[in-house]
């Protein structure tokens, strides 16, 4: 059986977890001097795990390791706005590897890419002419750990065909590999007043189906679904126990199945209470949704603080990026994924 491979980040450093049955997990960890980690990925083309850290103290990189985290490098060279501008670099956020490049989110909302495997990157885009740029590159309008350009979603077989999220704003689309992006955000709802039609959209997850056509979408107002890659959009909330939540994940071969973590207003699971500074949900029961049915109807899957759980959810196309394919590779490679 092929090993599978969890990267974890936390304000601490980076873990790599490696399990034979998903059951039972190793730790190793953690990597990268201990700097705050934003988002890690494994390539598994080339077998490089990447990962996006920024440090108060230390700044922003993006790291990597050849040999499953044995070893570790790290480069910064070209991540950064032109001097004079309105643009500031506070964080790097996200990091995708996307046939034969590397593409990197940064807050301010910047996308840059690397053509050398991580070691010296360049700016692509920071939105020029996109309605609503300053507002959502200003600090004033940003929440606390806002994350600029919180996402990377690659089509697996188009090659210039990716989605970027800007966080708070909007799902963007493009076909021509960055040149030119197009706002996707047509059916949402939002409960607030907007400056702008097609931009203002508060977008926390969007997961797709294995097709790329089927999407499913967790945002600040509900959870909605795509059956045409994103343009346009369906509500499906009804049935679930809050609208607020993060979490989403789809199935790697079922388009019609994906699970979604609801969250109260204070972002804890739904009937708990949180505090400023401290959460309540210790102990607690939290309970995935899932649904077989593209949201016309749900189920919930029982879960507890301490890690239990009463269902096994298979792996979805969204935890590809961190399982390792190659499983001798990774089993010979062995010593024996804030907001």
Not at 99 to 114: D, K, Q, Y
Not at 236 to 261: Q, S, Y
Request: one cysteine or more; glycine letters at 12%.
């Amino acid at each position: 059986m092929s090993n599978s491979m969890l990267l974890v980040g936390t304000r601490k450093g980076l873990f790599v977890l490696e399990s034979g049955d998903r059951r039972d997990w190793t730790v190793r960890g953690p990597y990268c001097e201990s700097w705050p980690m934003y988002h890690a990925v494994l390539d598994p083309e080339s077998g490089t795990i990447y990962a996006a850290a920024a440090s108060e103290w230390l700044g922003s990189a993006i790291w990597r390791s050849d040999d499953l985290g044995e070893t570790w490098e790290h480069s910064s060279e070209g991540i950064g706005f032109p001097e004079g501008g309105d643009l500031h670099l506070s964080k790097v956020s996200h990091v995708m590897p996307v046939h034969g490049r590397l593409l990197v989110g940064t807050e301010s909302a910047g996308l840059f890419e690397s053509t050398d495997g991580g070691r010296n990157f360049s700016l692509l885009t920071t939105f020029e002419g996109q309605e609503g740029r300053e507002a959502w590159n200003d600090p004033a309008q940003q929440p606390p750990g806002h994350l600029g350009l919180s996402a990377i979603i690659p089509h697996p077989d188009e090659q210039g065909r990716f989605w970027v999220i800007v966080q708070g704003f909007s799902l963007f689309e493009t076909t021509d590999g960055g040149k030119t992006f197009e706002p996707r955000n047509k059916g949402l709802r939002r409960d607030w007043p907007a400056d702008y039609e097609d931009i203002g959209f508060c977008v926390h997850k969007v997961a797709p189906a294995a097709d790329f056509e089927r999407m499913f979408q967790q945002n600040h107002v509900g959870m909605h679904r795509s059956d045409d890659g994103g343009k346009t959009w369906t509500e499906i909330t009804e049935g679930l126990p809050t609208e607020f939540g993060f979490a989403a994940a789809t199935h790697p071969h079922d388009r019609d199945t994906f699970w979604v973590i609801p969250l109260d207003p204070g972002h804890g699971p739904p009937g708990t209470q949180a505090r400023a500074g401290s959460s309540s949900t210790k102990g607690c029961r939290a309970r995935t949704r899932t649904s077989a049915s593209s949201g016309t109807a749900w189920r919930s899957t029982a879960r507890t603080s301490q890690g239990s759980t009463s269902a096994r959810a298979p792996a979805s196309s969204s935890q590809a990026s961190t399982r390792a394919r190659a499983g001798a590779r990774s089993a010979a490679s062995s010593p024996a994924s804030p907001p």
